[in-house]
């Protein structure tokens, strides 16, 4: 494919190239590695990205993703809540 003239062509077989270990590890897994579990965290993380579009900073998020992902305690809340 790099001897092709088209483009679009050259940049498969480049990504091809770059990649060619990580492509190569699915065969040499044969199925024994589920992908529903990766799957089931991306969509958590998904989730909760939405959730947090209003938060002003990057840590903030960040801190409701690993409190929904880990199941991390809240922190102490210096109010108390009826």
Known sequence: MMRSLLEPMKKVARTSRNHRE?????????????????????????LVTRKSYGFR??????????HNLGRLPEPE?????C
């Open 22 to 46: 990580l492509i190569l590890n699915w065969f040499r897994a044969k199925g024994e590695i589920s992908s529903g579990a990766v799957e089931r965290l991306n969509n958590k993380v998904k």
């Open 77 to 81: 809340s210096t109010h108390r809540f």
């Open 57 to 66: 900073t990057a840590d903030v998020a960040q801190l409701a993703l690993m």
